[in-house]
C-alpha cells in the first residue's frame, strides 16, 4: 500500500537513499505500530498541544535509536530478507543512520523534530581488521578462483567501494591490455555521490586479471566492449552475469574464516564482517597514505569528494596520477607471497597457445572452405547460364513443333472438306 507522506518523502532521492529509508521506516513501523499517515497524524496532533505537553515524536525517535542498537532482529540480506536466529541489535552507524532517516521523514512532512541523538553504546564485538600485505597474503592463499583472487588484489590496490569493484567493463581496459601497460588506469563515477574520478592498478593485480580474462575466453567466452570485469560463478557462470556487492560480501566472509583472520565465533557475534570490502578499501588507503602519497591524490582515487578549497588547488591530469600511483605501488605488492600457482600459470599459458594454433588452424580451413565455396558459385552460375540456353532452345523447338502442328491441322481440315464434298457428289450420282 502506498502512502502520500512516504512518496513526498522519498521523491527526488536516489534508489540507493530509498532503499535505506524504507528499511529504516518500515523498522519505525514495526517499533510504533504506526503505519506511516498515522505517524504524521499524531505528530500533527502533538503540535497543537501545549508547549509542556509536546515531544511524543520525539521521544519516539529516541526510544527507537535504543530499541534499534539492543532489541531489533536483524534480518539477512538478500529477497528472503528473514529474520536471523538469535541476532538482535544493529551496529551504532545503522542505528545513527535509521534515525536519521526518520527524522527526514517528518521533516519532510512539516515536522521537524527539535532533538539530538545521544551516542549509541558501542558494541566490542563489532571491530574491523586493520588490512595490510600480510592480510591480503591469507586472503589470497585460500581463495580457491581465479577471479576472488583477482577481486581481493583490485579492491586493496583501487580502493575501491564493493559497489565500484561490480561496475567496470572490459572495454574500461582493453585497450591498456592490448597495448601491455604496467599501469591501468579506471575512470570511475562513484555510485553514492556521483563523483568523477580516476584510480589505478599496478603489475600483481594486472597478472590476475590477464589470467583470469584467459580462463574466461578458454571456456568460450567471448569478450567484448560491455562484458562485466567481473562475473557470477557456480551455477549462474555460464549467463556471464555482472557479478553483486553481496556476493562479494559473503566471498570475503568466507575467506576470513578460511584464512583464519576472524574465528567463526567472532563472525557469528559481529554485526558486520570484521575483513569486508570497506577493510580492503581503507587498507589500501591507509599504506598509500603511510608510504607518503599525496593525501588529496588518496581521497581522489577513493572517490572522495574535497572540500572546496581542496578541490579548487586540486587540478591534475590522468597521465601525472598514472605516474604518481607507479612512484609508490610497492608499498601495495604482497611481498614473498606467490599470488597464484605457478603451475596453473604454465597450464594456462600452454592451453592459450594451443587455443591460438586451434585457431589458426580453423582461419587458414575457413580460407579453404571459403575458395570451395567460391568455385562452387562459379560452377553454378555456369549451370544456369547453360540452362537459360537450353530453355531458350527448347522454347524455340516448342513453337516451331506448334507451328507444323498447325500447318499440318488445317491441311487435314481442307482434305477431310474435299473428301466430304467428292463423297456427297458420288453419293448423288448413284441416285440418279
Given at each position: 500500500?502506498?502512502?502520500?507522506?512516504?512518496?513526498?518523502?522519498?521523491?527526488?532521492?536516489?534508489?540507493?537513499?530509498?532503499?535505506?529509508?524504507?528499511?529504516?521506516?518500515?523498522?519505525?513501523?514495526?517499533?510504533?505500530?504506526?503505519?506511516?499517515?498515522?505517524?504524521?497524524d499524531?505528530?500533527?496532533?502533538?503540535?497543537?498541544?501545549?508547549?509542556?505537553?509536546?515531544?511524543?515524536?520525539?521521544?519516539?525517535?529516541?526510544?527507537?535509536?535504543?530499541?534499534?542498537?539492543?532489541?531489533?532482529?536483524?534480518?539477512?540480506?538478500?529477497?528472503?530478507?528473514?529474520?536471523?536466529?538469535?541476532?538482535?541489535?544493529?551496529?551504532?552507524?545503522?542505528?545513527?543512520?535509521?534515525?536519521?532517516?526518520?527524522?527526514?521523514?517528518?521533516?519532510?512532512n512539516?515536522f521537524?523534530?527539535?532533538?539530538?541523538?545521544?551516542?549509541?553504546?558501542?558494541?566490542?564485538?563489532?571491530?574491523?581488521?586493520?588490512?595490510?600485505?600480510?592480510?591480503?597474503?591469507?586472503?589470497?592463499?585460500?581463495?580457491?578462483?581465479?577471479?576472488?583472487?583477482?577481486?581481493?588484489?583490485?579492491?586493496?590496490?583501487?580502493?575501491?567501494?564493493?559497489s565500484?569493484?561490480?561496475?567496470?567493463?572490459y572495454?574500461?581496459?582493453?585497450?591498456?591490455?592490448?597495448?601491455?601497460?604496467?599501469?591501468?588506469?579506471?575512470?570511475?563515477?562513484?555510485?553514492?555521490?556521483?563523483?568523477?574520478?580516476?584510480?589505478?592498478?599496478?603489475?600483481?593485480?594486472?597478472?590476475?586479471?590477464?589470467?583470469?580474462?584467459?580462463?574466461?575466453?578458454?571456456?568460450?567466452e567471448?569478450?567484448?566492449?560491455?562484458?562485466?570485469?567481473?562475473?557470477?560463478?557456480?551455477?549462474?557462470?555460464?549467463?556471464?552475469?555482472?557479478?553483486?556487492?553481496?556476493?562479494?560480501?559473503?566471498?570475503?566472509?568466507?575467506?576470513?574464516?578460511?584464512?583464519?583472520?576472524?574465528t567463526?565465533?567472532?563472525?557469528?557475534?559481529?554485526?558486520?564482517?570484521?575483513?569486508?570490502?570497506?577493510?580492503?578499501?581503507?587498507?589500501?588507503?591507509s599504506?598509500?597514505?603511510?608510504?607518503?602519497?599525496?593525501?588529496?591524490?588518496?581521497?581522489?582515487?577513493?572517490?572522495?569528494?574535497?572540500?572546496?578549497?581542496?578541490?579548487?588547488?586540486?587540478?591534475?591530469?590522468?597521465?601525472?596520477?598514472?605516474?604518481?600511483?607507479?612512484?609508490?605501488?610497492?608499498?601495495?605488492?604482497?611481498?614473498?607471497?606467490?599470488?597464484?600457482?605457478?603451475?596453473?600459470?604454465?597450464?594456462?599459458?600452454?592451453?592459450?597457445?594451443?587455443?591460438?594454433?586451434?585457431?589458426?588452424?580453423?582461419?587458414?580451413?575457413?580460407?579453404?572452405?571459403?575458395?570451395?565455396?567460391?568455385?562452387?558459385?562459379?560452377?553454378?552460375?555456369?549451370?544456369?547460364?547453360?540452362?537459360?540456353?537450353?530453355?531458350?532452345?527448347?522454347?524455340?523447338?516448342?513453337r516451331?513443333?506448334?507451328?507444323?502442328?498447325?500447318?499440318?491441322?488445317?491441311?487435314?481440315?481442307?482434305w477431310?472438306?474435299?473428301?466430304?464434298?467428292?463423297?456427297?457428289?458420288?453419293?448423288?450420282?448413284?441416285?440418279?
Amino acid at each position: 500500500m502506498s502512502y502520500p507522506v512516504v512518496e513526498k518523502w522519498l521523491i527526488g532521492k536516489k534508489e540507493s537513499t530509498k532503499a535505506v529509508y524504507n528499511s529504516a521506516l518500515d523498522a519505525y513501523i514495526e517499533f510504533t505500530g504506526l503505519n506511516p499517515t498515522q505517524l504524521i497524524d499524531e505528530a500533527e496532533a502533538d503540535r497543537e498541544k501545549k508547549a509542556r505537553e509536546r515531544g511524543t515524536p520525539e521521544l519516539h525517535v529516541r526510544r527507537f535509536q535504543e530499541w534499534l542498537f539492543t532489541k531489533y532482529q536483524q534480518k539477512t540480506r538478500g529477497p528472503s530478507n528473514s529474520r536471523r536466529k538469535n541476532k538482535f541489535g544493529v551496529s551504532e552507524n545503522l542505528a545513527k543512520m535509521y534515525c536519521a532517516a526518520i527524522k527526514s521523514f517528518y521533516t519532510a512532512n512539516g515536522f521537524p523534530l527539535d532533538i539530538k541523538l545521544g551516542k549509541a553504546r558501542k558494541k566490542t564485538k563489532n571491530f574491523k581488521i586493520v588490512i595490510r600485505g600480510s592480510e591480503i597474503s591469507k586472503f589470497l592463499s585460500v581463495a580457491t578462483t581465479l577471479r576472488d583472487k583477482a577481486i581481493i588484489k583490485f579492491m586493496y590496490e583501487s580502493c575501491q567501494g564493493v559497489s565500484e569493484v561490480c561496475s567496470p567493463n572490459y572495454g574500461d581496459i582493453k585497450q591498456y591490455k592490448e597495448d601491455g601497460m604496467e599501469i591501468w588506469q579506471f575512470h570511475m563515477i562513484r555510485k553514492k555521490t556521483g563523483t568523477e574520478y580516476y584510480t589505478e592498478i599496478g603489475q600483481e593485480a594486472i597478472e590476475l586479471l590477464k589470467l583470469y580474462f584467459e580462463e574466461r575466453k578458454r571456456s568460450g567466452e567471448k569478450l567484448d566492449h560491455l562484458s562485466p570485469v567481473f562475473v557470477k560463478e557456480g551455477r549462474k557462470k555460464s549467463t556471464r552475469q555482472r557479478i553483486t556487492p553481496n556476493l562479494i560480501e559473503n566471498m570475503l566472509k568466507t575467506l576470513a574464516i578460511k584464512s583464519g583472520l576472524v574465528t567463526e565465533e567472532q563472525m557469528e557475534q559481529a554485526d558486520i564482517n570484521p575483513a569486508r570490502p570497506h577493510a580492503l578499501r581503507a587498507g589500501g588507503m591507509s599504506v598509500l597514505k603511510l608510504a607518503g602519497y599525496n593525501e588529496e591524490a588518496v581521497e581522489f582515487r577513493c572517490g572522495h569528494e574535497l572540500d572546496s578549497t581542496r578541490q579548487a588547488y586540486w587540478l591534475t591530469r590522468p597521465e601525472e596520477l598514472r605516474q604518481l600511483f607507479r612512484k609508490h605501488y610497492n608499498s601495495l605488492r604482497v611481498k614473498g607471497t606467490s599470488l597464484f600457482d605457478q603451475k596453473e600459470v604454465q597450464k594456462l599459458r600452454e592451453m592459450l597457445a594451443e587455443k591460438e594454433i586451434t585457431v589458426q588452424a580453423l582461419a587458414e580451413n575457413g580460407k579453404l572452405k571459403v575458395a570451395e565455396l567460391q568455385r562452387l558459385r562459379e560452377e553454378l552460375n555456369q549451370q544456369r547460364v547453360e540452362l537459360e540456353e537450353m530453355k531458350k532452345t527448347w522454347e524455340k523447338w516448342l513453337r516451331e513443333q506448334y507451328e507444323a502442328d498447325r500447318e499440318a491441322i488445317k491441311d487435314l481440315q481442307k482434305w477431310r472438306e474435299e473428301f466430304n464434298k467428292r463423297y456427297k457428289e458420288q453419293n448423288r450420282e448413284e441416285v440418279r
